[in-house]
């Protein structure tokens, strides 16, 4: 069963790049309502103006993930006006860059970890009981984590946490749904490297590991959530740098990921989006 069609679909950081394609492919795929979610107001306003000309019932809504009772209450007003989502993307993120002792711990560490893991984990404790108790049809939710999860990098250390973070916790709950045998409801982990959206702008891709495009992300993100996938790694370098990481000593791996595949130095010129 398409678990898209039909479905009512949340996206949070739903008003540009990512976002945007993930509401276009929802409603590619028939979906019957699409919920963006999004701090700019404006910018989401406008993309399900633009949206709505497709059919479908799209709406916007103004809301600081970063803050848990915002989420609390804008989950109330959707389920007011077009129900309980079917399928959730955790897509919202952002960047702070530098190294860990010139972070500031309010303004970068715990914006960061709130809007990168813990507005995912509080969204997801909302909706996942719903999701649980409604078995007529295959409940989705795609986690948009980062390879920054899966390999230590300079200058990116308080995202690589909020990432590892939420790799750790979106792998643990889909044992537990396994487990329990919630089997209609399939999470899917997305760890992509550099996309192109402006967030990482400055930074530059490792050997053999070209940034990609928002587009090409998305798909493979979406095809991945469609068909229940439990991790989603893109490009496949990110599966061979996991594995060396993992047999090598950590020194020589070190060695190679600075002066081979320039892991290292990947972020030595990031400036980001304004």
């Known amino acids: 069963m398409n678990p898209v069609a039909g479905a009512t679909v949340l996206i949070t950081g739903g008003a540009r790049g990512m976002g945007e394609l993930f509401a276009r492919r929802a409603i590619a795929g028939g979906a019957r309502a699409i919920a963006l979610w999004d701090v700019d107001e404006d910018a989401a306003s406008a993309l399900a103006s633009d949206l709505?000309?497709?059919?479908?019932?799209?709406?916007?809504?103004?809301?600081?993930?970063?803050?848990?009772?915002?989420?609390?209450?804008?989950?109330?007003?959707m389920r007011d006006e077009i129900?309980?989502?079917?399928?959730?993307?955790?897509n919202a993120g952002i960047v702070r860059a530098g190294v860990f002792w010139?972070?500031?711990?309010?303004?970068?560490?715990?914006?960061?970890?709130?809007?990168?893991?813990l507005a995912a984990m509080w969204l997801t404790r909302e909706v996942l009981p719903a999701m649980i108790a409604d078995t007529s049809r295959p409940k989705r939710i795609l986690?948009?984590?980062?390879?920054?999860?899966?390999?230590?990098?300079?200058?990116?250390?308080?995202?690589?946490?909020?990432?590892?973070?939420?790799?750790?916790?979106?792998?643990?709950?889909r044992l537990e749904l396994v487990k329990s045998g919630h089997g209609h409801v399939a999470i899917t982990t997305f760890c992509p490297s550099y996309v192109s959206t402006g967030m990482f702008a400055g930074a530059r891709g490792p050997l053999l590991t070209p940034i990609m495009t928002p587009r090409q992300a998305t798909q493979a993100a979406w095809q991945g959530m469609v068909r229940g996938t439990p991790m989603v790694l893109r490009p496949w370098t990110?599966?061979?740098?996991?594995?060396?990481?993992?047999?090598?000593?950590?020194?020589?791996?070190?060695v190679l990921a600075?002066?081979?595949f320039q892991v290292y130095s990947s972020m030595d010129h990031f400036t980001g989006r304004s």
């Open 83 to 90: 129900g309980v989502p079917d399928i959730l993307v955790n």
């Open 143 to 173: 986690n948009v984590a980062s390879a920054a999860g899966t390999l230590a990098n300079p200058n990116m250390s308080v995202y690589a946490a909020s990432k590892w973070a939420m790799i750790g916790w979106s792998e643990s709950v």
């Open 258 to 260: 600075a002066r081979v």
């Open 102 to 117: 010139e972070n500031d711990p309010q303004r970068d560490i715990e914006a960061t970890m709130r809007v990168n893991t």
């Open 52 to 77: 709505r000309g497709s059919g479908v019932d799209v709406r916007a809504y103004r809301v600081d993930i970063s803050r848990q009772e915002e989420i609390v209450e804008a989950l109330a007003r």
């Open 238 to 254: 990110v599966k061979l740098a996991m594995a060396a990481r993992g047999v090598l000593p950590t020194r020589v791996w070190d």
